[in-house]
């Protein structure tokens, strides 16, 4: 770390800053500016306390970290890595993964409907809410269990695999049981306790980037999952909160490249999300690609105008298949 | 809701969305204005689905929401509550609550040397952290169970009620056998999980908004509690993200105002967090005291440099004690 | 206009609320709804006073408007419309629109030897600071009008079209005999004075978004330099403001799409301010590209390490003719 | 600055990064870490090069900056400074100082209602807007001349100094002819070349944070005043641009606190563009007391239902007569 000291500060002054800096177990060595004095702390700053702490002494204008925070996560230590859902493998120089369906399950009618109509279309694996992170206590929460039970009944007729969300930590086992990749949701991006909990289940997850959520912070709850042994994460880009309202979030697909060569974990897209606006999915779809993301997760339904929960961001089928045909030549340009 | 339709949509087309409207449950009555036309929905939109699904359709240019979606929370229902913590009461028309104490509980003599400065500073509730919500996994994450007994003896020894924060639902019963106000932090200010784990242990919540969390989702959030039927909610506003990057969060006060005007729950204020930096914590309890906050949430550290976690937001003992004598008149004028 | 009253208002100031909007110059129609009322307010939002005044009368809750508040710039009036700069056709269906160039103007040497290689590698416009708009006082403020003698220079040499922005009201007769497209800037895009002005000079004009600028907010500074007269105008979408550190601004692409789709004018896109960083504009190139941009303004500079303003976003001329090419599919993808 | 070179860099790499850290004019002195190395580049950052232009070289991984980049707007380069504005001393120690007054001035019965008013609550500037900048081209723009001869007018009546926003360049002396102190506003925050024109004029400048402003920018742009030779600024929060939407702005009443530890400018709020909201006016002003704010901007409205612009915001007469009762007590616990 980098320990900043103001101007005009005394020498012996400086000098309780260098002391307390090696009481803190880093070598302190101070550099002598045109204006001011730094110190340098060295040391590994993971394994060593944050220095932050001293901008409570007057005399200390700022701390700057050097490291980076993330270990696991970070392309320094591997080569982009593969992830396989039910069989698909995700990442760098795989086949681009096509994930969709409805934001909640809501009857085995819509369910296989959907599940159909994505598989023809080209998807591989299915999506479909059973627990859902509903905004109000009044809005419609998931079938639960019954839903992961008709996901399953989807997968079993067309051989997609599931992806699903899972809310508590005690639904882990159960949501587990049923899914192919367990979605961590943007509400619960620094829910440590359900990440490690997931993580432990051995299935891969799929993070969700938070809503307020810095691309550091992101990687640093994927470490969460990596250091409980998982290392089957796959990292989900799902648009930020900011101050716009003609969409609901805005997608940073920069973050997209920049999760990429800052790790070696898959990255995929959620458009729907990302704008919360049906109109603009397409669109987004073809960036995303054309920017190198692994995989897209859309939300697809039947009859967008009656789902029981975001139906304005969602999909119907109809447009799904085009929307399918119009990103493929995107697709073989980026995976030839 | 209101259906705002695009000007120059044909009359069938008009009448498809009446239809719709109908069909989905609410009573339709179409306005023709100068330009546009739209439709007002009649019917309690906390009973009934969603319009802005129909945002799918082509023709419709915004859909208004009319009704407040809190309930329970809002002040509509019911004056000012009053919260009991410990024996003490909390709200408008109480007397200030002065809650106090370490980042994180780190030992013995840190917890007890700093709950009897705080106590005779003038504290009524002592906050202390034994589970730990970090960034980074490599960070300290707290003593744990050890932790929640040294909070207990400072109560036995000191009379001061415990405020500490819990993580994760399997932990909620641990917590709250020792906690006198659970807190739910920042980070988990969406996870409805806990939440409502935690509201049915019947112990008061302390509710602290989210990074990016506007007040209507906070108040939405308090309604998960208020709907599991523990009625002893605080909300406790502590900085929301945006860009500034001086402050690690920017303190909201005009939270405070409109969460107090909105809802009948005491508001507290975090400045601690709210900033993130310890030399700007006694001004911010100046201004939130005048704007009528109920209580303050203070971090106070006996040694902040070698706080084992974020001792850059900590006063010391003695900036405690000052900070007490300076704010004191500001509460006797605001609570005379 | 839609004004939502709080429940429970007596029906005496219902009619007050009534009456008023009457004295406003409006057609007020009351709505009883499940559980509040609302009042249309029927007339020309945009030749009437907005009725958000109202809000501060006690039994009002909310006030909602409905029509937009585009005319000139709305895709409503007319088709996707064409600029022509320095004969170059702008616009939807029209070719692909490369602008390239440094930063800041800083000698002959670095211009022209700028200028050969964008226009080998394909560009048609050439960009360069002559004055430019820099947080502190300190840093370097542009060469001013020696700075377009150059451009003009290398304009005469390639045949390239010249960008650049204009700063001040003064100055736009002097940068406009020089320029082929005006660029106001994200700093002084609700600068409307400038806008004006620029606009007055009857030269096409490079809007660009605000840091902080709601896409309504963009449309309608457009609508500024329309209302001028001036039917030449291209949206320019350079990144906002957000939580995010790691780029310099958040690049918001799904902006460009519903630029295009709300308003008729062309939209390019600038990834060199947009992320800040050199090393992410060639995939947020392809990003702009495949999201159907009009064209792109990128950042290019011979070395910019030693660049006097920017150069860490600055590509080098190597690096810029490796983009074009990387990006050349795309752009037949998308305008085969 | 420090430059920070990644992990597992070859040592030639390391010396060419050296090597161009002196060429750019910077001594430096490389410091090797436990992970990675990094340089100090040693002289004054204000005079020399930013060295963030190294961020293009792929093996350095990030450049710190170490100085401060204001100089005259410093704390550290004299005590707190007083503006005289119209015979009223505004600073710190100085008497709080309010200014009151419509949005816009509308009509000279409008204005002289609200003077008088405003005087007898205890106002010593009236502000009113002349030259208004409005979101859209459709919405009033100000009187213009007209409306400076009104406030000169009210200012020959009751003696009350007064405020006024300058939106051109060329209006700088005309506006200049009529106010006592000059207010750049919030949108033309970062527009230069005004902000040097106006500070040309001698008038005192009361200089609106930018929506999307960090405070150093805010800093630095008031340095551009200030090296213009016109000491005599006042910094005034007015809140900034967030996700939250209850509020029109979020005041950032911390921002307060900084400035005045950063700077030695007198600081002042406006809350009414703070929030947007009337209601919560007053809290609001208790609390920038509370901050030590050195005095305060409101609008007052003999009739806000029908004002020509913001009326939302603005409180009447009476709420600004109790206002000013209700703060008072503060005001002398704060400045007594």
Known sequence: MIIVIKPHTPSDSVQRIIDEVAKLG???????????????AIGDETTHQSLESLLTWPEVESVLRVQKRYKLASRETRDA??????GHPIGTGQPFCLMAGPCSVESEDQLMTTARAVKAAGAVLLRGGAFKPRTSPYEFQGLGEPGLKLLAAARAETGLGIVTEVLAERDVDLVASYADLLQIGARNAQNFSLIKEAARSQKPILLKRGLSMKIEEWLLAAEYALSEGNPNVILCERGI?????YTRNTLDLAAVAIAKKESHLPVVVDPSQGCGRADLVTELCKAAVALAADGLLIEVHPCPAEAWSDGQQQVDLNAFSNLVREIQPFIQLVRP
């Open 26 to 40: 880093y070598e302190p060595k101070p550099i002598h500016g045109a204006v001011q004095t730094v110190v340098a």
């Open 81 to 86: 890595s593969t992830v396989h859902v039910a």
């Open 241 to 245: 909160r900011t101050f716009e309202t």
